[in-house]
């Protein structure tokens, strides 16, 4: 079931619940909107996630790119080093 699929039949649960008066039909009601809330929730979180994932790469991309550069100008320091006091 995808997810437009499962929030379709949430908000269907929601609209059929809520037009019932029997206490027992409320109370699914309310647990239908809660199991919604929390899928709503649950969906930031992972949106949030995702968002930092995404930065973490970039700042691990960028770090090896500079590990790398400074690598590349100690190697040209020394061997300017070994020229000069050759």
Do not use: W
Not at 16 to 40: I, M, T
Not at 65 to 80: G, P, V
């Amino acid at each position: 079931m995808d997810e437009t699929n499962l929030e379709d039949k949430l908000n269907e649960l929601v609209r059929e619940f809520g037009e019932a008066a029997d206490p027992q039909h409320r109370k699914l009601a309310k647990l239908a909107r809660q199991a919604q809330a929390n899928r709503k929730k649950l969906e930031k979180s992972i949106d949030s996630l995702q968002e930092s994932l995404d930065y973490l790469r970039v700042c691990i991309k960028y770090q090896v790119f500079d590990l790398e550069a400074t690598r590349r100008e100690n190697d040209y320091l020394r061997k300017l080093l070994e020229e000069s006091d050759s």
